[in-house]
T-cell receptor, first 118, second 111 residues
Framework: GAVVSQHPSRVICKSGTSVKIECRSLDFQATTMFWYRQFPKQSLMLMATSNEGSKATYEQGVEKDKFLINHASLTLSTLTVTSAHPEDSSFYIC??????????????FGNGTRLTVT | GENVEQHPSTLSVQEGDSAVIKCTYSDSASNYFPWYKQELGKRPQLIIDIRSNVGEKKDQRIAVTLNKTAKHFSLHITETQPEDSAVYFCAPGDSWGKLQFGAGTQVVVTP
């Protein structure tokens, strides 16, 4: 079945460094992918919509220069957290839908990336 | 944008009893209404969904009802079991996958 692979699953970085997270659709193509952030014991917050071949669409309050999104191919979107700070520590998760499938095909989530900034 | 409210925030039920969680939304353009179950540290898992042209859908012990006029939909779990304990999220949105998650409901099923 359709699978979304997300890497890394966990990453620890120092303040001021940048971290790249990959979201890959393994057996389907997706012109659109979504990035969410989840703080402990809170809900998933939509950060942005990643659009293949064009700029991402960011939700209100999300800094586009802080969270760089690149969707260079139909199977890969990347989220780069630039100049990370401890408050960026969170669970980041992507999702995508098999656009080649029926309209009722489900959304697939990656396993998430636990980012810890020290 | 979409404003989503989910109630209750916590729900404790005895094993075998039913659980109901309600979600209200504001965006009349929403046409896809899923419910997700999330266990600690894991990705959300779709447990049931409904689209705007349907009023009710059932899958074994799980059901979802939708009232588009009133802009709310509910999750119903019958004959609850300890393994139903988790956090549940509603996430109204569009069928392309852009979802806005509710705040979540911590369900605890006690034996």
């Amino acid at each position: 079945g359709a699978v979304v692979s997300q890497h890394p699953s966990r990453v620890i970085c120092k303040s001021g460094t940048s971290v790249k997270i990959e979201c890959r659709s393994l057996d389907f193509q997706a012109t659109t992918m979504f990035w969410y952030r989840q703080f402990p014991k809170q809900s998933l917050m939509l950060m942005a919509t990643s659009n293949e071949g064009s700029k991402a669409t960011y939700e209100q309050g999300v800094e586009k220069d802080k969270f760089l999104i690149n969707h260079a191919s139909l199977t890969l979107s990347t989220l780069t957290v630039t100049s990370a700070h401890p408050e960026d520590s969170s669970f980041y998760i992507c999702s995508a839908r098999d656009e080649g499938g029926p309209i009722a095909s489900p959304l697939h989530f990656g396993n998430g990336t636990r980012l810890t900034v020290t | 944008g979409e404003n989503v409210e989910q109630h209750p925030s916590t729900l404790s039920v005895q094993e075998g009893d039913s659980a109901v969680i309600k979600c209200t939304y504001s965006d009349s353009a929403s046409n896809y209404f899923p419910w997700y179950k999330q266990e600690l540290g894991k990705r959300p898992q779709l447990i049931i969904d409904i689209r705007s042209n349907v009023g009710e859908k059932k899958d074994q012990r799980i059901a979802v009802t939708l009232n588009k006029t009133a802009k709310h939909f509910s999750l119903h779990i019958t004959e609850t079991q300890p393994e139903d304990s988790a956090v549940y999220f509603c996430a109204p949105g569009d069928s392309w996958g852009k979802l806005q998650f509710g705040a979540g409901t911590q369900v605890v099923v006690t034996p």
